[in-house]
């Protein structure tokens, strides 16, 4: 299955979201975004665009401009496709984006190393790296067996 391709009215939200972003991380066409519009084991269907913000207020900035302009938002970690939520599924009756979150991976300590804020795209390896030196660990490494598990 193709990507959509953007037509006369989704191309002003593209120009924006390329504003808000950067050219580099609006993904169009087929190939780009066949990696994020296909899962690894289930799902796959078309997408006008990937986005890739690099921060929660480009998040912010880039959802207002979907909702604005009554996309449908499907939201990404790491596509492992194991459950086919995070990747479309067959086509829809309007323009679909897929938000990736892998560059939002920011893990934030708190309260005197007793909590952590993770982002979306925080991983669980990443996460064990950092309570390491405090002498803490993640409340469940049972669940995940690999390094881009997510938190």
Same mark, same amino acid.
């Given at each position: 299955m193709t990507a959509s391709p953007p037509s006369a009215a989704v191309d002003p939200a593209l120009t924006d979201l390329r504003a808000i972003i950067g050219? @580099?991380?609006v993904k169009t066409g087929d190939n780009a975004t066949k990696p994020f519009r296909e899962g690894h084991r289930e799902g796959g269907g078309p997408c006008v665009a990937v986005l890739q913000p690099g921060s929660l207020v480009e998040l912010w900035r880039a959802l207002k401009i979907c909702v604005r302009n009554d996309w449908i938002i499907i939201m990404q970690a790491a596509? $492992?496709? !194991? $459950?086919?939520? +995070? $990747? #479309?599924?067959?086509?829809? =009756?309007r323009p679909t984006v897929i938000i990736s979150t892998?560059?939002? +991976?920011?893990?934030?300590? !708190?309260? =005197?190393?007793g909590q952590v804020v993770c982002l979306p795209g925080?991983?669980?390896?990443?996460?064990?790296?950092? !309570?390491? #030196?405090?002498? @803490?660990?993640?409340h469940s490494v049972i669940g995940s067996s690999c390094l881009g598990a997510s938190v």
């Open positions: 050219a @580099r991380f596509n $492992t496709g !194991l $459950t086919a939520g +995070s $990747t #479309p599924q067959g086509t829809y =009756d892998t560059r939002l +991976s920011g893990i934030h300590v !708190l309260k =005197d190393q925080a991983t669980l390896h990443k996460l064990e790296g950092v !309570l390491k #030196p405090l002498g @803490r660990e993640p």
